[in-house]
Structures are given as C-alpha cells and as structure tokens.
C-alpha cells in the first residue's frame, strides 16, 4: 500500500478486556515498530521487529502487552486485561531495514479508550 | 539509554517570520537526527532529517544543523505559514533504530 496502515482507527473497551491493534507496514519494508502515545506527550517506544524477529520489546510496560510478526508482514500488538492507564494512541511505523537508520514511516494510529 | 531535551515547548510567532527549535541528546552514538511533524490527531510526519557526517541540511523552508560536539541539533523554518502550526518533535535514535523523542514543540503561527 501507499502507506502505514493500522486499523481499527477507534477502539472502546471495557476495563478488564481484551484488544488487538493491527499494523500494516509498507510493502517491503523489513522493521516494525510500536509506539505509544500518550495525550500531549510524545512517541514512546513499546517494540520492534526486523521481519518476524522481535529484536527489542523494552519498552513494552507490562506482560499484559504482547505483541507478534509472524509471517515478517502485518503486526498485531495484543493488550490483555486492559487498565485505565493503557488509554493512548499506539503508533505503528516502518522502515527498509537492512542498515541503522532508515526512516520510519508511521500509521494513523488507534487511540485506545479504556472505560 | 537516550535522553533528548526540546524547548521550547510552545513557540508563536508571527507569519513570515521565522521559528527556530533546539533539542540537545546524551547519547555520542547518535549519528541520524529525523524531525517529525504532527498534527493535531494526525500521524507524526518525518519532514527533515541529518545524519552524523554533515553539519547542515536544507529543504525548501526547513533546515537543520548539527552540533555533535556540543551534541545539539536545531530546526529552522523561515518564511512561517499557517499550515505550519503543529507539534514538532526531534528524535535521537539510539544505534538499534529505537527513536527516542523530544518533549515536542508547538507552534502556532498567528496570521
């Protein structure tokens, strides 16, 4: 496609359940990146992959986020048992890859509400 | 790991003239400084970028300069419009591709 695609654009839940946001990368493009985003604050990095491999989840903030490449293409990052506090935009991106540095090309986001 | 430090936080500043943001980093290893540009509840969009081995880099309105001495890099836009006003944010990655983001700027350009 044209660009980042993530989807969906809204999400509502109830505290205590589950969600998936699905990011669609850039054809081609080898690294993938989660962020999240709090309301006025700036990107925070959450993970990343090259291809299917998750080479960094550091900034993921607790074993309730989980997230998954598996076929190197489309991402899903998975909030089990949500909290008030996961209430944020998640930011996907991606770049080439292949060498430190390529720039990141980032999604529309889904801004998550937790009730 | 990576600390950036932005200011202003909140930039106005008449049309035509000219805005100027500073970000400051920690980490040596930086070598690619990307801007980013964000709309209110739109996607950061990457409008310039530098890396480690030039001091300066120009694109239409928009330049950028790095100081990696003093480690510090700065965003200049000349000529304000108002579909300038947003959030902008510099970045110093670290050397695994991780962005780290500045605190953001928001400036508004008052006609």
């Known amino acids: 496609g044209a660009g980042v695609s993530q989807s969906p654009r809204y999400k509502v839940a109830k505290r205590g359940q589950d969600v998936a946001l699905r990011c669609d990368p850039i054809?081609?493009?080898?690294?993938l990146f989660w962020y999240q985003q709090a309301l006025g604050q700036g990107p925070e990095f959450l993970t990343y992959?090259?291809?299917?491999?998750?080479?960094?989840k550091s900034g993921l903030p607790s074993d309730r986020f989980f997230a998954e490449r598996p076929e190197g293409s489309v991402s899903t990052l998975k909030i089990q048992r949500t909290q008030q506090e996961d209430s944020a935009v998640y930011l996907c991106?991606?770049?080439?890859?292949?060498?430190?540095?390529?720039?990141?090309?980032f999604g529309d986001g889904t801004r998550l509400s937790i009730l | 790991g990576e600390n950036v430090e932005q200011h202003p936080s909140t930039l106005s500043v008449q049309e035509g003239d000219s805005a100027v943001i500073k970000c400051t980093y920690s980490d040596s290893a930086s070598n690619y400084f990307p801007w980013y540009k964000q709309e209110l509840g739109k996607r950061p969009q990457l409008i310039i970028d530098i890396r480690s081995n030039v001091g300066e880099k120009k694109d239409q309105r928009i330049a950028v300069t790095l100081n990696k001495t003093a480690k510090h890099f700065s965003l200049h836009i000349t000529e304000t419009q108002p579909e300038d006003s947003a959030v902008y944010f510099c970045v110093a990655p670290m050397t695994n591709e991780k962005l780290t983001f500045g605190t953001g700027t928001r400036l508004t350009i008052i006609p």
């Open positions: 054809s081609g493009h080898v690294s």
């Open positions: 992959f090259q291809n299917e491999a998750q080479l960094d």
């Open positions: 991106a991606s770049s080439l890859g292949g060498q430190h540095n390529q720039p990141q090309h």
